[in-house]
C-alpha cells in the first residue's frame, strides 16, 4: 500500500506546482515555453502519476489478481518524477538540448506501467466494464509516450522534416490521445464503479443500455480522433469527435443517475463527482460546435478554444479530488486499523481527514474554478481569470494540506514512512496476494462488524 501513496504524495507536489504556475501566467509571461511545462506539470506529474497510482492498487482488487512486479512499480515512478522534474525547468529556461533525455525517462517510466499494469490486467479476463476502460487507457497511454518522445526531439533535430505529417497534426494526435483516451478512459472506468460504491446504487436496465452504447463507441471515437488529427483527415476527425462526445455524453448519464439515486449520506467524492458530471455535460455542449466546424484546428485541442479550464479543473482535477478523499484515507486506515476492527474501537474512513478543511477547499475550488470558466466564456475582465486562480489556488492547497496531514497523522511512520517502507514482493517478482478487502464505503465504519470481503 506504500507504493500508491507514494505516486499520490509526489502527484500532490505537481499539482502545487502546476496550479501555481497556470496561475502566475495570467499576471506576467514566464520564461520559456511554460504554457507546455505548465501543462505537463497538471496533466502528466499531478492527473498521470495519480492515474499510474490508482491503476496500481486498484487494479488488482477489481480484478481479483495481484500486481505482476511491484518493484517495477516503483520504478516507474522514479523514472516519471525524475523525468518531470528535468522536463519542465528545461521548457522554463528553454535550453531544450537536454529534453530528448528528460522526455526518454519519462517514455521508459510510462512503458513500465503500461506493461506492468498490462500484464496484470491480462490475468483477469474476461474484462468487465472497468477493466476494458484502463485497457484503452493503458494502449493510449503506451502510444502517447513515444510521440511525446518524438516532439522532444525533434525540438532540435528536426525527425520531422520530410514526412508526410507535420509537426502540429503530431501534437493534436499526442494530445488527442493523453486528453481523451488515456486520461478519460481512465476515468470514465473508475468513475462508474466508484459512483457505485459511494452513492450504494445499483445499475438499472437502462443504465445498462446506455453503458453498453458507450463501450464500443468510446474506443472507436478515440481511434477516429487522434488518427483523423494525426493524418489532416477531416471527415474522420470530425466522426471520432462526434462520437466521443455522445460517448461521454452516455456516461454522463449514468453517473448523474447512479448520484440522484443515491442511498447514502453526502461524502465529498459525491460532492465532487456531481461537479464532474455537470462540467461535462457543459463542455460536451460546448465543445460539440468547435469540432464539428473545425476538427482539426489546434484550438480545439481541448474542445472548445475556451473551454480548456472546464475540461482539466471541472472534470479532471475535481474527479481526481474526491476520488482521493476515499483513496488515500482508505489506504492508511486498511494498513493502520482494519486488524483492529472487532478487538477494539476505530474510526471511519471519514473520519481521518479534516471536515472542515475539506468544506472548504470544496468552497474555494469551486468559486474558483467556476471564474475561470466563466471568464473566456463570457468575455469577463483579465482580473476575474487572475482572482479565480488565485481562489482555486488556495483551494487546492488546503486539498493538498488535508491529504498531507492525513498521512502524518494516521500512518504509523507518517510521511518519510511512505517512501522508506520495503514491501515484500519489491524483488521484481510477481507478488503474493494482498488484503482481500473491498475498497468500498461499507467497510469504513468502526462499528466492529468485519468489512465486505472481496474486490
Known amino acids: 500500500m506504500a507504493i500508491p501513496l507514494r505516486h499520490f504524495v509526489l502527484a500532490l507536489a505537481f499539482l502545487v506546482a502546476g496550479i501555481v504556475g497556470a496561475t502566475a501566467m495570467t499576471v506576467e509571461t514566464l520564461p520559456g515555453l511554460a504554457d507546455i511545462a505548465s501543462v505537463h506539470a497538471l496533466l502528466l506529474g499531478w492527473v498521470g502519476v495519480t492515474i499510474m497510482g490508482a491503476m496500481t492498487q486498484f487494479v488488482p482488487v477489481w480484478s481479483g489478481v495481484t500486481i505482476h512486479s511491484r518493484r517495477l512499480a516503483v520504478t516507474q515512478l522514479w523514472l516519471v518524477v525524475v523525468g518531470l522534474v528535468a522536463f519542465v525547468p528545461i521548457l522554463l529556461v528553454g535550453d531544450l538540448a537536454w529534453l530528448p533525455l528528460a522526455a526518454a525517462a519519462l517514455l521508459a517510466g510510462i512503458w513500465l506501467f503500461v506493461y506492468n499494469v498490462g500484464r496484470t490486467l491480462l490475468r483477469a479476463r474476461p474484462l468487465e466494464f472497468t477493466e476494458r476502460h484502463f485497457a484503452v487507457a493503458l494502449v493510449c497511454f503506451a502510444a502517447v509516450a513515444p510521440l511525446g518522445f518524438l516532439l522532444a526531439v525533434d525540438f532540435t533535430t528536426p525527425l520531422l522534416e520530410g514526412v508526410p505529417f507535420a509537426r502540429g497534426e503530431v501534437v493534436l494526435a499526442h494530445a488527442t490521445l493523453a486528453l481523451y483516451g488515456a486520461v478519460i478512459g481512465t476515468i470514465i472506468g473508475a468513475l462508474v464503479q466508484l459512483g457505485q460504491m459511494f452513492a450504494q446504487y445499483d445499475l438499472t436496465a437502462l443504465d445498462d443500455r446506455l453503458l453498453a452504447v458507450e463501450q464500443p463507441l468510446f474506443p472507436a471515437a478515440i481511434v477516429a480522433l487522434s488518427v483523423g488529427r494525426g493524418l489532416g483527415i477531416e471527415p474522420l476527425a470530425r466522426v471520432g469527435g462526434v462520437a466521443l462526445l455522445a460517448a461521454l455524453l452516455a456516461?454522463?448519464?449514468?453517473?448523474?443517475?447512479?448520484?440522484?439515486?443515491?442511498?447514502?449520506?453526502?461524502?465529498?467524492?459525491?460532492?465532487?463527482?456531481?461537479?464532474?458530471?455537470?462540467?461535462?455535460?457543459?463542455?460536451?455542449?460546448?465543445?460539440?460546435?468547435?469540432?464539428?466546424?473545425?476538427?482539426?484546428?489546434?484550438?480545439?485541442?481541448?474542445?472548445?478554444?475556451?473551454?480548456?479550464?472546464?475540461?482539466?479543473?471541472?472534470?479532471?482535477?475535481?474527479?481526481?479530488?474526491g476520488s482521493l478523499y476515499h483513496i488515500v484515507p482508505f489506504i492508511i486506515w486498511l494498513e493502520e486499523y482494519s486488524d483492529r476492527l472487532g478487538f477494539e474501537q476505530v474510526p471511519m474512513i471519514d473520519d481521518l481527514y479534516d471536515d472542515r478543511l475539506e468544506r472548504a477547499d470544496l468552497a474555494l475550488t469551486l468559486v474558483g474554478v467556476a471564474a475561470m470558466v466563466a471568464t473566456p466564456l463570457a468575455d469577463l475582465p483579465g482580473i476575474a481569470l487572475t482572482a479565480g486562480g488565485a481562489v482555486a489556488t488556495v483551494g487546492f492547497c488546503l486539498f493538498v494540506a488535508n491529504m498531507l496531514l492525513t498521512i502524518r497523522r494516521h500512518s504509523p511512520d507518517g510521511l518519510v514512512g511512505v517512501f522508506t517502507t520495503l514491501e515484500d514482493g519489491e524483488s521484481g517478482e510477481e507478488s503474493e496476494p494482498g488484503p482481500d478487502v473491498d475498497i468500498g464505503a461499507e467497510g469504513s465504519a468502526g462499528s466492529g462488524s468485519e468489512p465486505e470481503a472481496g474486490p
Open 251 to 321: 456516461v454522463a448519464v449514468v453517473v448523474a443517475r447512479i448520484l440522484g439515486g443515491s442511498t447514502a449520506d453526502r461524502s465529498p467524492m459525491t460532492d465532487r463527482y456531481w461537479v464532474v458530471v455537470a462540467s461535462l455535460v457543459a463542455w460536451s455542449v460546448v465543445a460539440f460546435p468547435a469540432w464539428w466546424s473545425d476538427p482539426l484546428g489546434y484550438a480545439g485541442l481541448f474542445g472548445h478554444p475556451d473551454a480548456t479550464n472546464l475540461l482539466v479543473f471541472g472534470v479532471f482535477a475535481f474527479v481526481v479530488v
